[in-house]
């Protein structure tokens, strides 16, 4: 998940300074026997690439202890200091750039830090903060020319007039982000934009055994408004604010209920209602809950519209009848708190709640075409894979009934599936390919993630948005 790319030449060897969090994907008591604990989830690094060839000089990886989701980063006019921001943490880490050895670190740099500008001149260090709305502006000519470890706020720039989040939204969204505030987070590692940037999901497969669950794929939340029945591959929370518990046992964070609250029933996530008891608990909630949308499909026609193998999956989608399971606007039965075995279960699926797994609640298929890979446990790259898994089990519905080609139109249906609402239009065709607001059918979104790598690099496009980011 990372950030932003700055590129310097020398010796006429282009090189890139990137920002990124390594996500510790081999650990887990499954993987390596070793629990996943607040410190050993994720790390946040800042590193330099070399284009040609193409190879990153890891003698020079800058670690960054005790931060949480890097952004931004900014070199002094000499190269020799590494301004970086912090988006989770809601700090500007200033290192030097060849021993990585932290000079100081500007805290409270406005709320979710995600662009940094340093003037040409070197004194002044500008940084956008995403949910301060802000600009402050720091005066580092000292830092940078005596080597004083102090910076100094001279202004803070509002970046809006208006807001467009309802109150609780936005402060919900600020508790989402911030790993600072130790009722979330011990040592400022974890938020839940740690793997859900922008409400989004991390493509990645975590070993959640040491929770009493197994290996989990992390779901987008876009769309979810917050829970659609039952929450989890394995049903085990039924409101958002039973997170409270990841926060006070994975995050080792101090936790936002009071004790005397938390111990009066409230101390397994299916017992007593958490809802209206903690303020910030409650405004977390608000947030999940403003994620109404999933990113509308690329799949699909220049009008919003289904193609025509879309429609012919849908038939087939019918006549299968997925919808047994997949029912309703949101094509899940979730509120029904019924677990079911499609064949997908494996002795990494583990446990739920500490006790046996029988099955999996029924997932949402809107969005799809974002979300790889599949199955609770990560373990189908694409949705041809999932139908393929299911047309050998036998357990997930009839779809080794179907030829080849209706599998791929089925599978075409599942890409297709969003909120779009098809757009009315007087003549096809023609003027399609003049219709810039969507991309062409033929030019597909990565899929599949590799699961092994350590260490996510993504090159701009850093977010795939469904609008405008609020
Ligand atoms: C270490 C990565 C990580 C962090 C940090 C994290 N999540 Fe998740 N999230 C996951 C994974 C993995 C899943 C799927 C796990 C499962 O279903 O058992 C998930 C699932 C969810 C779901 C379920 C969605 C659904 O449709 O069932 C919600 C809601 C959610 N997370 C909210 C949060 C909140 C709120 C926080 C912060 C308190 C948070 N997450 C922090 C990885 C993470
Ligand atoms: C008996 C209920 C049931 C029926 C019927 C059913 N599904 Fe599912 N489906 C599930 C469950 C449960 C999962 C989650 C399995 C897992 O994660 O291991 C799932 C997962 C999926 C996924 C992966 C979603 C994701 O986010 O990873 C797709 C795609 C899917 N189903 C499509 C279909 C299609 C197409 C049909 C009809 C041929 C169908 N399902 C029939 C219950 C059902």
Redesign the pocket.
Known sequence: MVGELWAERSNGKCLFRLVGKKDNTSRGWWRDGEPLTHESTVRSVALRISVEPLSEDVTRRLDLDDRNLPSAVELSPLGDIAFVATEGSNSVEVLDAYSGRRISSIDNATQAPEGLWLDDSGARLYVQGFLSRSVAVYDVGLLIGSGSNRAELINEIATTTSEVLEPDVLAGKRIFYDSSDVRMSRDNYLSCATCHLDGEQDGRVWDFTNRGEGLRNTTTLRGKRGGQGRLH?SGNFDEVQDFEHDIRNAFGGLGFMAQADFEAGRDTPLGEKKAGVSKELDQLASYLQSLDRVPDSPFRTAHGGMSAEAKRGQKL?ER???A???SGEAFTNSGDDTL?D?G?LSAASGLRLGNTLD?????T?LG?WS?AP???DGSAAT?DE??ER?AQSGK??D?SSLSETERAE?AQY?RELDQSVEEAHETDGAEESGCGCRLAAEDPPVQGVSLAGLLTVLLLGRRRRSGPRR
């Open positions: 591959w989608f299968l009848e997925c047994s399971c997949h079911y499609v997908t099955g999996i609640d029924t997932p298929l799809l979300t599949y199955l609770h949705l999932v139908l299911a997930h519905g779809v089925l599942l």
